[in-house]
């Protein structure tokens, strides 16, 4: 991952870093979501699998490394004991990293999808 300033970290720098990383740490049916014009919180989420409780903590915590490294920033990180389901907040990319069973119950991408509504 190349370093960048904090000035040059772009919500599109940003995604690409969080996406690389997430690759090179074997994260599964990675999902990114464009928030733009959507909400406030950030401008990208991505969603995605770990195998295991170990590998969701394994990736969150090395991803909050490289963000710190390469932007200078760091990350608000919440469910890291656990590892179910760990938020990474980087400022504008929220990252979700679940394990398989814990995504399938809370579907938080069909959320987020285009197009789809929900009735109550």
């Given at each position: 991952m190349k370093a960048a300033s904090h000035s040059q970290a772009t919500s599109?720098?940003?995604?690409?870093?969080?996406?690389?990383?997430?690759?090179?740490?074997k994260a599964e049916d990675i999902v990114q979501i464009d928030l733009r014009g959507k909400t406030a919180f950030g401008d990208y989420m991505v969603i995605?699998?770990?195998?295991?409780s170990r590998q969701v903590a394994a990736i969150s915590e090395k991803l909050a490394?490289?963000?710190?490294?390469?932007?200078?920033?760091?990350?608000?990180?919440?469910?890291?004991?656990?590892?179910?389901?760990?938020?990474?907040?980087?400022?504008?990319?929220?990252?979700?990293v679940f394990r398989p069973e814990v995504r399938e119950f809370y579907q938080l991408e069909k959320m987020w999808?285009?197009?789809?509504?929900?009735?109550?």
């Open positions: 599109e720098t940003l995604l690409e870093a969080v996406l690389s990383s997430l690759s090179d740490d995605c699998s770990g195998r295991s490394e490289r963000i710190k490294s390469a932007f200078g920033r760091g990350v608000r990180m919440e469910g890291k004991d656990t590892g179910d389901w760990v938020l990474i907040d980087t400022g504008d990319v929220i990252v979700h999808q285009p197009g789809l509504t929900t009735t109550n």
